[in-house]
């Protein structure tokens, strides 16, 4: 997006274009509205994305698994959770963890293996965050990497 608006005044496409890429690195965007400026920072500050822990993402709490039952995973699934880690076996057709298991620590990044059963398992972590950056005729939003359980 950078080249498209321009990294120079040189290259831009419209007059002052070139100052807007500064702001649009990593998870950026641009954000064009007739709303006026409270009312947009009002919006994504109120914003919030409910989506699953990815990997490389920082773990605010630490998620640790109870010996026993382990009711939402069907029978189907023991394979794949032996495969990532966990020490499980089937018990008249109910995966059951053999043993405690600490799935993620807080404040370690989440590695592959982790991601995927927080997935599997339904926990949900809130990703949000949007900073307005610039503000004027066009507005920048950063999206801010934040991530705890709910």
């Known amino acids: ?4 608006l321009g990294r120079s005044p040189a290259d831009e496409a419209k007059t002052g274009l070139h100052k807007l890429s ?17 009312e947009v920072e009002r919006l994504f500050r109120e914003f919030e994305e409910h989506d699953f822990a990815r990997t490389g993402s920082t ?22 959770l032996r495969k990532q880690g966990l020490p499980v076996r089937l018990n008249r057709g109910v995966v059951e963890l053999v ?3 600490v799935v993620a620590r807080k404040e370690n990044p ?7 059963l927080c997935a599997c398992s339904g926990s949900r972590w809130q990703h949000s965050g949007y900073t307005l950056c610039a503000a004027g005729p066009v507005m920048t939003l950063k999206c801010t990497k934040k991530a705890w359980r709910t």
């Open 22 to 38: 500064k702001f649009l690195q990593g998870d950026s965007g641009l954000f064009f509205t007739n709303l006026p400026r409270d």
């Open 59 to 80: 773990a605010t709490e630490t998620v640790e698994l109870k010996e026993g039952p382990l009711e939402q995973f069907t029978h189907e699934m023991e394979p794949f």
């Open 1 to 4: 997006m950078q080249i498209a």
């Open 99 to 101: 043993a405690d298991h």
């Open 110 to 116: 989440f590695h592959q293996k982790q991601h995927r």
